[in-house]
């Protein structure tokens, strides 16, 4: 009986040992990742795209279009 619970003991041993070396080489592999400096494209336009005047106006119509017509709708209901 003794003999069992002393390899029992030697196995458990044995797995909270590997489970704190995959613990520790996961954190390391993490960070290193974490702490990496990446390259970025650098965007030499302006984000987001400014509208022309023109444009705005449109989609302000387009807008207002849409708001009229639901109004009407709610008006049926």
Same mark, same amino acid.
């Given at each position: 009986?003794?003999? $069992?619970?002393?390899?029992?003991? #030697? $196995? !458990?041993? +044995?797995?909270? %040992? !590997?489970?704190?070396? +995959?613990? &520790? #080489?996961? /954190?390391? $592999?993490?960070?290193?990742? /974490?702490?990496?400096? #990446? ?13 022309? *005047? *023109?444009? !705005? ?14 109004? *009407?709708?709610?008006? &049926? %209901?």
């Amino acid at each position: 009986m003794k003999k $069992v619970l002393k390899y029992t003991a #030697w $196995v !458990l041993a +044995a797995i909270v %040992v !590997l489970a704190v070396a +995959a613990c &520790l #080489w996961a /954190y390391q $592999v993490a960070s290193s990742r /974490y702490e990496k400096e #990446w390259t970025v494209h650098k965007a030499d336009f302006p984000i987001p795209f400014p509208l022309k *005047d *023109d444009e !705005l106006a449109a989609l302000r119509a387009a807008a207002d279009a849409v708001r009229a017509k639901q109004s *009407d709708v709610d008006k &049926l %209901v």
